[in-house]
């Protein structure tokens, strides 16, 4: 589908962003990224004489801080970790409000904890991992403050992202992230396939579902341990991967923040027609094909 009118996707150049971008390419649709030193897209005026400039069909914030190497960091840049991920938002919905396009914006999963029963927390489930109930990490409580600004928001998508992964050796992808950790925390999770979600978002604007949110996760969820056999499987390593006895023993020795695990619904995403694969299907196809960044002796 090509359009001669771009999409403007800011944060382009981040993980998240880059997996978008190609698949913008992969479909032909024309688009603009922008970073900050081509124009501070955080403060709405200057965003809304960009948007008039360009004059888009539809504009994608990828743009966020995650901390790196993990979310531990955002405990000490706690500025940053809000401004990008609870004023931005805020800032984008008055921009494309003020000129009357229609967006898309990179959530998280991670503003929930735990399941609320078998196929796990829906999008009309309040958050219960945030600053409201008090027991999170300050990225994921940053999170929730980001939906919270677009509650009530008209022509807007919220896609949620849940623990990223794909066939490329990174330092943000969850398999390498597992391969390379001294020990690992068993949980079970709802995780989504990066370039599964790129296009879930292209797509949604494409076929133009209906506004809202969304939960783009892989269908079901998997434990740490089963991740850990699919890797030394699909892989054929040999790697014996350590487990913390419980996460009082992960808290004590390796995180200085909370972590959620939890488990997500994406029915109202398959029941809009666009296709998503079932995460044990994913993880095997990511690392049947998988590309080493360094060395496997590495892991």
């Not at 890797?231 to 004590?252: H, P, Q, R, T």
């Amino acid at each position: 589908m090509s359009n001669n009118k771009p999409i403007i996707l800011l944060g382009g150049t981040g993980y998240i962003g880059s997996a978008i971008a190609q698949q913008l390419v992969a479909t032909n649709i024309n688009y603009h990224t922008v970073s900050r030193s081509d124009i501070d897209y955080t403060i709405r005026d200057p965003l809304i004489k960009f948007i008039k400039e360009i004059r888009p069909a539809f504009l994608i914030n990828a743009a966020g801080y995650t901390g790196k190497p993990n979310v531990d960091v955002c405990e000490i840049n706690k500025t940053e970790c809000l401004q990008g991920n609870a004023t931005l938002p805020g800032v984008i919905r008055a921009a494309c409000e003020a000129t009357g396009i229609s967006w898309g914006h990179v959530s998280s999963g991670c503003i929930y904890t735990g399941s609320p029963n078998e196929t796990g927390f829906k999008e009309t489930d309040p958050p219960n991992f945030c600053f409201r109930t008090n027991n999170c990490s300050f990225y994921s409580g940053t999170k929730a403050l980001g939906e919270e600004l677009l509650a009530g928001a008209e022509n807007v998508y919220v896609w949620r992202l849940r623990i990223p992964f794909n066939h490329i050796d990174s330092p943000r992808n969850y398999l390498s992230k597992l391969m390379r950790y001294e020990s690992l925390l068993e949980a079970t999770n709802s995780i989504s396939h990066l370039n599964e979600f790129a296009r879930v978002c292209v797509e949604s604007w494409q076929k133009r579902i209906p506004f809202g949110t969304y939960n783009v996760t892989n269908t079901g969820a998997i434990t740490t341990r089963r991740v850990s056999e699919l890797i030394n499987d699909k892989l054929g390593l040999d790697k014996e991967f350590c487990f913390f006895a419980d996460e009082v023993s992960f808290m004590k020795t390796a995180a200085k923040t909370p972590r959620s695990n939890c488990v997500m619904d994406n029915s109202k995403l398959r029941g809009t027609g666009i296709a998503i694969s079932q995460v044990e299907d994913a993880l095997a196809k990511s690392l049947a094909d998988w590309q080493w960044e360094h060395s496997p002796a590495s892991v």
